[in-house]
């Protein structure tokens, strides 16, 4: 999803200052109406405040948020059509799940019949109406979470803000509760923002995510865009796993880049970038699932010999740590298409093969 030509959440130039030290800087970001955007980053990288800026319950030192048209300058949190779910869920545990629902219903100006309807409807949107009489230590904690994210929608928002929403579950369940939220939200058509720090939540969730570090946004893309095509080495490095190399152009030739790469003691071909010129030095990246590792030496152009110096069996793949001539290490990922059916074991003699299209080139 590109960014939106009428965005619904425009966020122009915000900075957050807490004494001398400045927790976000002059982020500019535009949401689009029904989008799933992911805040997605490290501890202290700033994407908790952004989030508490747009809730209202900080303000910003500069900059301005608008949302669906109006600047949200000195509007109250109790007065924004913005609900935040927390972390923590901050259910009442005296509530039934029915109240809890209820209660976020407690303040709007309906009467007692449209607001069990509202609830009612909820409860049904998230799967939950059998629990409505049970307290919250009698469902799992994937059912808290629906509870909580039900409370937050009955007010109808038109901005729903997720702090790290499922970080309180185990894996299986957060990969569950992944599918339900996106459902939910295709549903209903609010506009959601999640802070996280999990990439594979973000990588799953999002039509588009924003990546932090230490309060700026270093990139703006599509799950696929700032995985497979990082513009600077903080993202490359941050999203998955890759290989990074020091390296040289040293020339452009038929749409690609050559490259000296002192770690595999010879050149590599790479796919062309813009913004580069021969003699410059960069860094030369390679997700590891993108490295082939085979027996004989495979036909691509960019094929080396090494050694396994160490592998792991995940099940569904393996990773392979191979050890060129120059000492260096390089990770690759082989898929476990056949059962025992393993590339190569301890000490084999292995090629590592990648496409030219494959490598990434940095230049910041």
Same mark, same amino acid.
């Given at each position: 999803?590109?960014a939106?030509?009428?965005?619904?959440?425009?966020?122009?130039?915000?900075?957050?200052?807490?004494?001398?030290?400045?927790a976000v800087r002059d982020v500019?970001?535009?949401?689009?109406k029904?989008?799933?955007f992911?805040l997605?980053?490290? @501890?202290g990288c700033?994407k908790?405040?952004l989030?508490r800026?747009?809730?209202?319950f900080?303000?910003p030192?500069a900059?301005?948020?608008f949302?669906?048209g109006?600047d949200?300058a000195?509007v109250?949190?109790?007065?924004?059509p913005v609900h935040?779910?927390?972390?923590?869920y901050?259910?009442f545990?005296?509530?039934?799940?029915e109240?809890?629902?209820a209660y976020?219903?407690?303040?709007?100006?309906?009467s007692?019949?449209?607001?069990?309807?509202?609830?009612?409807e909820?409860?049904?949107?998230v799967?939950?109406?059998?629990?409505a009489a049970?307290k919250?230590?009698?469902i799992?904690?994937?059912q808290r979470?629906?509870?909580a994210?039900a409370?937050?929608?009955?007010?109808?928002?038109?901005?729903?803000?997720?702090d790290?929403?499922?970080?309180a579950l185990?894996?299986?369940?957060?990969?569950?509760t992944?599918?339900?939220?996106? @459902?939910?939200?295709?549903?209903?058509g609010?506009?959601?923002?999640v802070v996280?720090h999990?990439q594979?939540? +973000?990588?799953?969730? @999002?039509?588009?995510?924003?990546?932090m570090?230490?309060?700026?946004?270093?990139?703006?893309g599509?799950p696929?865009e700032?995985?497979e095509?990082?513009?600077?080495?903080?993202?490359?490095?941050?999203i998955?796993?890759?290989?990074t190399?020091?390296?040289?152009?040293?020339a452009?030739e038929g749409?690609?880049?050559?490259?000296?790469?002192?770690a595999?003691g010879a050149e590599?071909l +790479?796919?062309?970038v813009?913004?580069?010129?021969p003699?410059?030095?960069?860094?030369?990246a390679?997700?590891?699932?993108?490295?082939?590792?085979s027996?004989?030496?495979?036909?691509?152009?960019n094929a080396?010999?090494?050694?396994?110096k160490d592998?792991?069996?995940?099940g569904k793949? @393996?990773l392979y740590?191979i050890?060129?001539p120059?000492?260096?290490?390089v990770?690759?990922?082989?898929?476990?298409?056949r059962?025992?059916a393993?590339?190569?074991?301890?000490?084999?003699?292995?090629w590592?093969?990648?496409?030219?299209?494959s490598?990434?080139?940095?230049?910041?």
């Amino acid at each position: 999803m590109a960014a939106p030509a009428e965005p619904f959440l425009r966020i122009e130039g915000v900075s957050k200052r807490f004494g001398s030290f400045q927790a976000v800087r002059d982020v500019t970001l535009d949401v689009a109406k029904g989008e799933i955007f992911s805040l997605l980053g490290g @501890s202290g990288c700033g994407k908790t405040t952004l989030l508490r800026m747009l809730a209202g319950f900080e303000e910003p030192s500069a900059g301005r948020i608008f949302l669906d048209g109006r600047d949200m300058a000195g509007v109250p949190p109790w007065n924004r059509p913005v609900h935040m779910m927390f972390q923590s869920y901050a259910l009442f545990p005296h509530m039934t799940v029915e109240r809890n629902v209820a209660y976020g219903l407690k303040h709007e100006p309906m009467s007692r019949s449209a607001k069990a309807e509202r609830v009612r409807e909820m409860l049904e949107l998230v799967q939950l109406t059998p629990f409505a009489a049970r307290k919250p230590h009698q469902i799992s904690g994937g059912q808290r979470q629906r509870v909580a994210l039900a409370r937050a929608l009955a007010r109808q928002p038109k901005l729903l803000l997720l702090d790290e929403p499922l970080a309180a579950l185990d894996k299986k369940l957060r990969e569950h509760t992944q599918f339900e939220l996106m @459902s939910i939200q295709q549903r209903t058509g609010v506009t959601f923002i999640v802070v996280t720090h999990d990439q594979e939540e +973000a990588m799953t969730l @999002s039509d588009r995510i924003a990546v932090m570090d230490k309060g700026e946004v270093r990139q703006v893309g599509t799950p696929n865009e700032v995985y497979e095509f990082p513009n600077n080495r903080f993202v490359a490095g941050f999203i998955g796993s890759i290989n990074t190399f020091e390296a040289t152009v040293i020339a452009r030739e038929g749409g690609a880049l050559r490259l000296a790469v002192p770690a595999f003691g010879a050149e590599v071909l +790479a796919r062309d970038v813009p913004g580069v010129s021969p003699g410059q030095a960069v860094t030369m990246a390679l997700r590891p699932e993108k490295a082939g590792i085979s027996r004989t030496r495979p036909e691509t152009v960019n094929a080396f010999e090494g050694t396994v110096k160490d592998l792991a069996y995940f099940g569904k793949d @393996s990773l392979y740590r191979i050890t060129l001539p120059s000492g260096t290490l390089v990770q690759a990922h082989a898929v476990n298409a056949r059962r025992g059916a393993e590339v190569a074991d301890w000490d084999d003699a292995v090629w590592l093969g990648f496409e030219p299209e494959s490598v990434l080139v940095l230049a910041e």
